[in-house]
């Protein structure tokens, strides 16, 4: 296999003295540069073509948003996102925004280090704390809308938010219709609307929507027991 170019963007300066620890020990895989903040990586992405690109895009300084930005600058380039945090939520954020593989900064050097190499092979990579999260809230990945990969805000009437809020609190759609006075058909064509919108195509995408705009406190909503 040929030499793997890695650009590491957090904005921890001790994370990525950690990561160039670890992927010094490969011969497989170079560094090319690090990045510290949205601005940085796109200029390096840029300027230096790398195949990989290792990120924290929950870290100081960095945004989900920087990922399809540096992919419509550069198509080819994969990304493996590293973080501490792992809900349901932050994984099909990060899936639907491009990242391609997801491990977890506590994870093993050795899931770290294959990650990025399966990646860049083509492939996806997810390490095992990753998952178990997918399993335990039966996220299935090939789900996931991967059509489109834009920076621009939803746009959703005031009605499909209230919708979204219902669905999210676990309302059926017979019951969300008896609440705001529709007819089952309606609703069911505003639920439909909003799969499209938001790129999902199942309840448990609307409800990540819901609890990451903060439509719907995340504590109204058990994922294993209402998810389908």
Sequence with gaps: MEAVNVVIADSSELIRIGLKAIFVQSEIISIVGEANSN???????TSRKPDIIIVDYTSKDFDIRVIPEVLQRLPSV??????????????VDAL??????????????????????????????????????????????????FEQ?????????????EVIKMIAEGYTNAQIAEKIFLSNHTVNTHRKNIMRKLGVNNTAGIVMYAVKTQLVSPNKFLF?????
């Design 149 to 161: 990969l834009s920076c621009e805000p939803i746009s959703l009437s005031e009605r499909e938010q």
């Design 78 to 91: 994969r990304f493996v996102a590293i973080t501490k945090d792992q809900s349901a939520q932050t994984i």
């Design 224 to 228: 294993t027991s209402t998810i389908s």
């Design 96 to 145: 639907r925004s491009g990242v391609t593989s997801y491990v977890k900064k506590d994870c093993s050097a050795q899931e770290i280090t294959e990650s990025v190499i399966e990646t860049a092979a083509g492939k996806k990579f997810f390490c095992g704390q990753i998952l178990e999260r997918i399993r335990e809230e039966k996220i299935n990945v090939d789900d996931i809308d």
């Design 39 to 45: 601005n940085e990586l796109k200029e390096l992405a």
